[in-house]
């Protein structure tokens, strides 16, 4: 058996209101570059599908950028380290690490000969340093601010100068290296969240939450005019990024657009209206070959289009915060998956190509916690908003009537024959029928975590934290205890019967899974040890003869029922995080989801 990473559908940039997000484009132009969470996220800017993902920080990273040469990234996080990492391998060997100081990393440049780094923030005892990559001397200091430093940016011809601005309301002009001090610039009546160099050196601008965008001399630092006259936009502007001939540059702002300006003439030439909504904040932007990228502050990605200023070209979705459900489902022959997040946002990817949307219309408002397709081609979710909802998978659209409001909180959803569904909820079991409530059994005695229902119908099983799995019988409209129960290793976190009914595979909080064979009574088959630490899914194959477990260790493992020695050990299937959920597109693809948002394809050989 053996196992190899097919495909990454990475998360989104991690957003935040009033916060600039900034995106790193490589010189070469081919990816672009940001961060959620602990990860630096790699994108090809032709094929957004095609990502790769940089897990080695510690700590919550918050920018990235490739270095002129294209063969490095710097990528810098909220504890004020730095590490410089090759782009060049898959294994993103590590260069350089560094702490030039302590607290949150907020922007990074780097000198055209890619052998100086400047990076500034929220430093406790300075805001700044400039430094050589190779050994970490200081090559300079960065002076001149009393407050947070938001930005940073280095001219990328000679003679180099530098230029930061800050949460003071100015900019910061030093001539180098090593780089000292001139001057600070302070046209700005409120933050400034971005400063940048046009490629030629020639300029640079100025972008704060005032909503307005300066010009100045690149070697002077002279004020040269300001964009747009008094105003350059109607909400604070969070970032700017020039054109390759430094001729035009774009900027985004709080105000739901994007301006394409030509510098020469002062004039706005396009402006791209993002929408109407709080979320189409545009926080972030990259003018990438002939690509022009932004980010809303719902994490989408924006590729826009100069013909078209009201459409974007296409628009990256995805989730930008942690995946706790998943299922796939093949709908007229195409295999799709559909993961649940921390926020009750669904996603439907296109296994295939990783297209992606979500569903229309007002979903789940909380944590999507389990996710099934009925045989009616319907997604049946619960969610800690406690509600229960039937999403039709043709029309994509969310159904107001089709709806159920729980009594208590909902943990789990199981779907069988019939039009059957039953919900775990706290201290209860609800048994669904055609998308109605038809019957509550309380009073449990113990308290229910799982649930499976026998494809063959009838049958419904359910583990409780007493770590015995409890059979009831479907009778009409009824749920009946049938008295009978079996014994689980410790707690029950996840089942399922296998596709034929054969089996039922039990997961517990004390790292084992059991399965047991239904033909003979619900005998124990084999037990399979190997996570080491709580086993949190589980998904059958659908040969039935093999199966996948995902643990709080953020190990996937791969078993045939028949030999638990038999196994496949996926270490680090998502680095940082534990696997939240698993299925399978066919007998030799698995998916993994995580708390790091992303959805991995994974081709599996028995």
Known sequence: MSYELKKVFASLPQMERGVSKTLGGDPKGNNFLYTNGKSVIIRNIDNPAIADIYTEHPHQVTVAKYSPSGFYIASADISGKIR????????????????????????????????????????????????????????????????????????????????????????AFFEGPPFKFKFTMSD?????????????????ASAGADGQIFLYDGKTGEKTGALGGAKAHDGGVYAVSWSADSTQLISASGDKTVKLWDVAANTAVTTFHMGADVLDQQLGCLWQKGHLLSISLSGYINYLDRNNPDR????????????????????EGRPYIYSGSHDGHINIWDAETGDNDGFSGKGHSNLVAKMVVNKDGQLVTCSMDDTVRFTDLRRKE???????????????????????????????????????????????????????????????????????????????NTLKDDGKTMEAKGPVTDMAYSNDGAFLAVADEKKVITVFSVADGYAVKNDFYGHHAKVVCLAWSPDNEHFASGGM??????????????????????????VSGLAWLDEHTLVTVSHDASVKQWTVKF
């Open 84 to 171: 410089i990492w090759d782009t060049t391998q898959k294994e993103h060997l590590l260069k350089y690490e560094y702490q030039p100081f302590s607290g949150k990393v907020k922007d990074i440049a780097w000198t055209e000969d890619s052998k100086r780094i400047a990076m500034v923030g929220e430093g406790r005892e300075k805001f700044g340093a400039v430094f050589l990559w190779d050994t970490g001397s200081s090559v300079g200091e960065i002076s001149g601010h009393n407050k947070i430093i938001n930005s940073v940016d280095i001219k990328q011809t000679r003679p180099y100068r530098l230029v930061t601005g800050s949460d003071d309301n100015c900019s």
């Open 553 to 578: 260790d953020m190990l996937v493992y791969l078993w045939a029922v028949s030999d638990p020695d038999r196994r496949v050990k996926i270490p680090d299937a998502h680095r940082l995080h534990h």
């Open 398 to 476: 969310y159904s107001a009537s089709d709806l159920l409001k729980m009594d208590f909180q909902p943990k789990c959803i199981a779907v069988g024959p019939g039009g059957y569904a039953l919900a775990v909820c706290i201290g209860q079991l609800v048994l669904m029928k055609d998308k109605k409530k038809c019957f509550t059994l309380e009073n449990l005695g113990f308290e229910p975590e799982s649930a499976a229902l026998h494809p063959g119908g009838g049958t419904a099983a359910v583990g409780g934290a007493d770590g015995m799995v409890h059979l009831f019988s479907i009778q009409g």
């Open 312 to 331: 974007p070209l296409r628009t990256i979705k995805g989730h930008s915060k942690p995946i706790q459900s998943l299922t796939a489902h093949r709908n």
């Open 188 to 204: 700005h009546s409120r933050f400034v969240n971005c400063v940048r160099f046009s490629p030629d050196g020639s300029r640079f």
